[in-house]
């Protein structure tokens, strides 16, 4: 197990740098290219494997379903998104839809 944990990080810290390193990954405050106020520099290390989690399982079944939502889309198929940008009785009103 300890093997593992090791390759597990040594995978990780490798995904940050393949992203631009660990300032870029995790940049300070008001560091260039920071989407956030709030110092992400601490995380360096401590959060790597969710960055790899990120890069190699949630990210690209994003693009995989932002394909399929396309292909129905081009099809004329209704589809139904909550993204956040939506007022909860939008998102209440599209579950029902898909629920009924």
């Known amino acids: 197990v300890a093997e593992d944990f ?3 990080r040594t995978d990780a810290a490798l ?3 393949r992203s631009g390193g660990p300032g870029v990954v995790f940049p300070g ?4 290219g920071a989407h956030t106020a709030v110092d992400l ?4 290390g401590t959060y ?3 960055w790899l989690y990120f890069e190699e399982v949630i990210w690209p079944e994003a693009e995989a379903v932002q394909r ?3 292909q129905l889309r081009a099809a004329g198929r209704a589809v139904y998104i909550v993204d956040g940008n939506q007022a909860p ?3 209440e009103a599209a ?3 898909v629920l009924a």
């Open 89 to 91: 009785a939008q998102v």
């Open 68 to 70: 399929r939502v396309d």
């Open 15 to 17: 995904a940050v740098s």
């Open 6 to 8: 090791a390759s597990s």
């Open 29 to 32: 405050p008001g560091a260039s």
């Open 41 to 44: 520099s601490a995380a360096v």
């Open 48 to 50: 790597d494997w969710l």
């Open 95 to 97: 579950t029902r839809h």
